[in-house]
């Protein structure tokens, strides 16, 4: 697939290995087995604690963080002057957010000092407790080495942020994120064969920090996705393709997707009876850039699963690097004769003004925020949707292609590590047994 070898190393470049941990030095391991006649071992760790998933009901037919809590550590009697007392420390989660944990002991005990009796012991005592300290902070230094080197790990959230250098994001990329495309098909057909069985698409954006990466794990649950529908069963692939989405659901998460968009749903009608609507099926996974070039808005976007795009991913319109240029509807204007929403968005006068007195304006992330805002995709060209600005190029950032390379490549080795098209349904939070695996033929 082009540019997904390069992609990916891109992404495996910007990658920084996890510093050495240092270890305490044999002699002093002897020197203390010789004082105490044992080894003592701190036993630390935490658990990663999995996001409760939830449910809400609602069908389309017309149409976490990991906090790094201590465990209990093993404490055993030992004298009073062997005790250590504990210490608060502080873990800074991978995704930017700091969190303060209070561990009841961040530095390790003498779990079971051996009584030494006669006239050595009372000399060991401070030798062991010295060598002990020594322990602590390396004890100390390596869990904080391990939370800076695997935040992924450590919060559950592949989303790392403050994750690119500096001000290197090029200006013109207005927001960045990961893209999925599904489809539904018509009214009791659980088995497409075609296009003509499908009733329409869907797209769902979901923004990332301009300045993050990708680690490994899934996608952060936090409610900011966007449900686009379009009433169409294929996405724009020219110029002469100019579609009329609306925005289904904003700022909701991808887990309660679950139960209001991805689910099958049965109802009644009166002339019919009862009708099957199949659940949605996955089509693609990518990462996304909206951009501007000033005049127009672009999406432009790179397909990470499926590996290679099949027979359903192109007769619906996808490409392994595609774009579309979007502008979006003025709602005091008059709607088109095509549509028939039951009202219009929510804006706050701040955006109505924005509008003046024209019908359509190039798209803001900021308006995808309200449901029902209408959006004109037209098909695009990937050379114009990741075109450099003047004042990047001056400033010496990359075009935004490169942006969306690495990000794209970041995602590539997130998904290895999630089972392939299976990373679907781990950021959707269900399992890829409930629902139609990514399909590369009819």
Do not use: C
């Not at 993050?212 to 724009?236: E, H």
């Not at 009876?273 to 070039?293: D, F, K, M, N, R």
């Not at 027979?311 to 319109?317: C, I, W």
């Not at 695009?380 to 075009?399: C, L, N, S, V």
């Amino acid at each position: 697939m082009t540019g997904r070898r390069s992609s990916a190393r891109l992404a495996a470049q910007s990658q920084t290995s996890s510093p050495s941990q240092p270890k305490s030095s044999p002699a002093s391991k002897k020197r203390k087995n010789e004082a105490t006649g044992s080894s003592p071992i701190a036993k630390r760790g935490k658990k990663a604690a999995e996001p409760e998933q939830k449910t809400l009901e609602e069908t389309i037919q017309n149409g976490q963080h990991d906090h790094p809590a201590p465990e209990k550590q093993k404490e055993e009697k030992v004298e009073e002057k062997d005790q250590v007392k504990p210490e608060e420390t502080k873990a800074e989660q991978a995704n930017g957010h700091a969190v303060e944990a209070k561990e009841e002991d961040s530095k390790p005990q003498v779990e079971d000092a051996v009584k030494t009796t006669g006239p050595d012991a009372e000399e060991a005592q401070p030798e062991t407790k010295a060598e002990t300290g020594a322990e602590e902070a390396t004890h100390t230094e390596e869990t904080k080495q391990e939370e800076s080197s695997e935040p992924s790990q450590a919060n559950g959230n592949a989303v790392i942020a403050d994750g690119r250098e500096g001000d290197d994001v090029p200006s013109s990329i207005l927001e960045k994120g990961i893209i999925y495309f599904f489809f539904r098909a018509r009214v009791n057909v659980d088995d497409p064969q075609d296009v003509n069985d499908v009733a329409r698409t869907y797209v769902v954006l979901h923004p990332l920090p301009i300045d993050a990466k990708l680690g490994n794990g899934p996608i952060d649950d936090a409610a900011t996705s966007r449900l686009l529908a379009l009433p169409k069963k294929v996405l724009p692939q020219s110029g002469r393709d100019r579609f009329l989405a609306f925005v289904e659901k904003a700022k909701t998460s991808l887990h309660d997707l679950k139960g209001s968009f991805l689910a099958g749903s049965d109802y009644v009608t009166k002339t019919q009876g009862t009708s099957h609507s199949p659940p949605a099926t996955p089509l693609a996974e990518g990462v996304y850039a909206i951009t501007s070039t000033g005049r127009e808005s672009h999406l432009a976007y790179i397909i990470t699963i499926p590996g290679e795009l099949g027979e359903v991913q192109k007769e619906l319109g996808l490409q392994e690097r595609g774009s579309f240029i979007l502008s979006v509807k003025n709602p005091s204007k008059p709607q088109p004769s095509n549509t028939n929403l039951p009202k219009g968005p929510e804006y706050p006068q701040e955006l109505l003004d924005e509008f003046r007195d024209l019908r359509w304006k190039p798209l803001e992330p900021k308006y995808l925020d309200y449901p029902n805002t209408q959006v004109l995709i037209i098909g695009g060209h990937w050379d114009a949707a990741t075109e450099q600005r003047p004042k990047d190029e001056r400033e010496g950032k990359a075009p935004p292609e490169d942006e969306l390379d690495r990000l794209e490549g970041e995602d590539e080795i997130r998904v290895k590590h999630l089972k392939g098209d299976d990373a679907v349904f781990a950021d959707l939070g269900v399992a890829s047994k409930d629902f139609p695996k990514v399909p590369s033929t009819w």
